[in-house]
Nanobody, 124 residues
């Protein structure tokens, strides 16, 4: 069973930074493809970033590219999302997700495992 628990959300001002974390339980964490998604009120859940390590690369939505960075800490079974230069339009509940099939994708249906989400609110 794979369990994901996000943390690190909060209320910040535009231009600030936040670092989200996703603690992952599972025997083969090092092989998971890990993604971050977000969902704003009244909108569909959307892709933010995905990473496949080692060597599979990292990919970002155009709206966050250059500002957000996804990384993984294998020693602590944790995935991070460093968010810099935050904007009010980044306000959403952020979710981490995992798949064991090695599929690097931005579609939510590719990910069978999800965390409960953490709220990020950016004020102008």
């Amino acid at each position: 069973q794979v369990r994901l628990v996000e943390s690190g959300g909060g209320l910040v001002q535009a231009g600030d930074s936040l670092r989200l974390s996703c603690a992952v339980s599972g025997r083969t964490f090092s092989t998971y493809v890990m993604g971050w998604f977000r969902q704003a009120p009244g909108k569909e859940r959307e892709f933010v970033a995905v990473g496949s390590w080692p060597g599979g690369g990292t990919f970002y939505a155009g709206s966050v590219k250059g500002r957000f960075t996804i990384s993984r800490d294998n020693d602590n079974n944790t995935v991070h999302l460093q968010m810099n230069s935050l904007k009010p339009e980044d306000t959403a509940v952020y979710y981490c997700a995992a798949n064991e099939q090695g599929v690097v994708a931005g579609e939510t249906y590719r990910y069978p495992y999800w965390g409960q989400g953490t709220q990020v609110t950016v004020s102008s």
